[in-house]
């Protein structure tokens, strides 16, 4: 993650709202189960649901512990000279009762416990989306969205896990042992006490094993996210995986992802397995001492054939509790691991965020852009500045045409345009408002992008469309459509606007998508318009149809067009050239090609100098 969730905080910070709050550390090592108490916080927003499923966790262990006493009321009653029958009877009846309790006590804390862990990790997952659609684009070139969206999935899931199973398994097992160990102090006190103090013998192994235990179940989990994040960038580009003859290659780089992941995995399993097998060695050697000794009381006449047989059966349910702690306390481990991960996304703050006291934009909005004197250099290219001392003043309704080689800059102002990231030095006005001193929603809000492809989203066509615009009607999504030129092939579309366009927008050709990009930028209505490059990867149909559109588009608004192709900027009000991230020619086509600059030889490979002129 970014170094940024490296920083110390106060001890505990609430996140944006979210009601959750997270430990400290700002990316936590999962050294204890402490981060699952983000998990408790989050359950206790449902204190009905808890509660109950308390009461059932309690009623289920009283009544697993009850049956031991049961049956010592049989055996003693059943084999006394003459026989109680009644007195039989009636404890089966009880016994049939208990276990009728049993069976409806389970059910009740099976639905409960699995109800509280659907629901919290659906509200953990929401509030994690929250958080993520608060932080700035920078977030996300330092940190990897597959890398992400699969902490989103896996650690999740083992959430899911964690509170729907472990931790019921955990109090239930923890129950049982504390109400077994004092229902046999009630029979065998002497032999219970030598029991409990073998207790320490059983803390240690887990308290040595388990700092292991934590640091490896961390690791497994990040394993695991590299395998998701590799399986979403391996099929989302299979294309050029295959178009390159790389399935080899990228099954090798699978293969070996895989295997580290059960390498890690392998280390997690030798770990837990040792720590059990010294548990279970210890508890059990400790209740065959205890069986001994009862054996040795019953042949002697000091206790009865129940007690012995009542203590077996409870010795041997306290044995499991603690042998099932052992393994429920590795699980608990991987979800504080999961959590730790999750806290980290929660605990992110986004690095572009509205001052306290936004000023408000002008009303009526100008439409000016103004960059004074800017310098920039993107977080993760430090050593290389993108903007150098930039100034560029754009007056309302004016069209600037920005063009320059690969690496001038030019998209870098549209980043700062819409203050995805704010310069390290100098100022940058819409409408006179300084960006920083004004509400980011507010400024894109005057700002409508067309970038050099279509970008779609796995929706229908009318979706897709109003994302500019989200309570546009239905008449007013067709107005643009036709204005955009892409009226048409929308109404040909099988089931019109309700008609998926798959992911991306597969269902459309390149131009199409650029033509609902465009239609999607008409239906914002902005008073800023952000070109990029719109029409450069589309054929001469598709390029006539989108640069009709954007003409209109254009219309009475400011823009700003990135341009490789210098025949779609020639009519502009002004051209920019950059290079280097400075602005080194600025005039009209005829000016600037005749000035024999960087414009002019950029215009003559691409014209032919006697077109160029």
């Keep these: 993650m970014s170094a940024a969730m490296d920083a110390s905080t106060p001890a505990e910070t609430p996140v944006a709202d979210s009601g959750i709050e997270v430990p400290a550390e700002r990316a936590p090592k999962a050294r204890s189960i402490r981060p699952l108490l983000m998990i408790w916080r989050q359950a206790l927003h449902y204190p009905t649901q808890v509660a109950l499923a308390l009461v059932a966790l309690a009623i289920t262990a009283a009544a ?15 084999f006394s000279q003459g026989g109680d029958i ?82 019921s398994v955990a109090l239930r097992n923890v129950l049982m042992a504390i109400g077994g160990t004092i229902y046999l102090f009630t029979l065998v006190p002497t032999l219970t006490m030598w029991m409990v103090l073998i207790i320490p013998a059983v803390v240690i192994p887990i308290t040595v094993f388990g700092r292991r235990l934590r640091n490896v179940s961390r690791s497994s989990q990040d394993r695991v996210a590299d395998i998701g994040a590799m399986v979403t960038e391996v099929l989302g580009a299979m294309k050029i995986v295959q ?50 000794r009862g054996a040795v009381g019953v042949a002697s006449g000091e206790i009865s054939g129940g007690t012995i047989a009542a203590v077996v059966l409870t010795a041997g349910l306290v044995a499991g509790a603690f042998g099932a702690l052992t393994e429920v306390y590795g699980d608990l481990l991987r979800g504080a691991g999961a959590a730790s991960r999750l806290a980290e996304l929660l605990h992110e703050e986004p690095a572009i965020a509205a001052p306290a006291r936004p000023e408000a934009l002008p009303v009526p909005p100008r439409g000016s852009l103004s960059f004074r004197n800017v310098s920039f250099r993107y977080p993760t290219r430090l050593e290389s500045p993108a903007l150098r001392d930039f100034t560029l003043e754009v007056q309302p309704g004016e069209t600037v045409a920005i063009v320059g080689p690969s ?34 929603a507010e400024i894109r809000q005057r700002i409508a992008f067309v970038p ?22 239905d008449d007013e999504i067709w107005e643009a459509a036709r204005a955009a030129n892409a009226e048409r092939f929308l109404r040909e579309l099988p089931d019109g606007l309700d008609t998926f366009l798959g992911e991306n927008g597969t269902q459309l050709s390149g131009g199409q998508r650029q033509r609902v990009a465009i239609a999607r930028a008409l239906l914002r209505d902005a008073p800023i318009l952000l070109l990029d490059e719109a029409t450069s990867a589309l054929d001469a149909e598709s390029e006539r149809l989108v640069q009709d559109a954007l003409d209109r588009l254009m219309k009475d608004r400011t823009t700003l067009v990135i341009a490789h192709r210098l025949a779609t900027v020639r009519a502009a009000d002004r051209i920019v050239v950059m290079d280097e991230g400075r602005i080194v020619e600025q005039g009209s086509h005829g000016v600037l090609a005749a000035g024999g600059g960087l414009y002019a030889r950029l215009a003559a490979l691409q014209f032919g100098a006697h077109e160029a002129a």
């Design 243 to 292: 178009a390159f003859n790389q399935e080899g290659r990228e099954r090798a780089r699978f293969d070996a992802a895989v295997e580290a992941t059960f390498a890690t995995a392998r280390r997690r399993i030798v770990i837990r397995a040792a720590m059990t097998a010294l548990v279970i060695m210890i508890v059990f050697g400790a209740i065959v001492l205890l069986l001994w």
């Design 64 to 78: 697993t512990l009850a049956i031991p006493a049961y049956f010592k009321v049989l055996i003693d009653r059943g």
């Design 407 to 440: 690496g001038a800059g030019k998209s870098t102002i549209f980043q700062l345009a819409e203050r995805f990231y704010d310069p390290q030095a100098g100022t940058i006005r819409i409408d006179g408002v300084p960006l920083t001193s004004a509400d980011p």
């Design 86 to 167: 009644a007195g039989i009877e009636h404890a089966v009846r009880l016994l049939f009762g208990v276990v009728v309790i049993l069976g409806l006590g389970t059910a009740m804390r099976f639905y409960f416990v699995s109800w509280l862990g659907e629901r919290v990790v659906a509200d953990i997952r929401e509030k994690v989306q929250a958080n993520l659609l608060r932080l700035a684009p920078g977030f996300y070139e330092e940190n990897s969205p597959k890398e992400i969206s699969s902490r989103m999935t896996s650690d999740t899931t083992l959430i899911e896990q964690v509170v729907g199973t472990t931790v």
């Design 452 to 473: 050099q492809e279509g970008v779609l989203f796995s929706a229908d066509a009318r979706d897709n469309l109003r994302y500019g615009n989200w309570d546009a009607t």
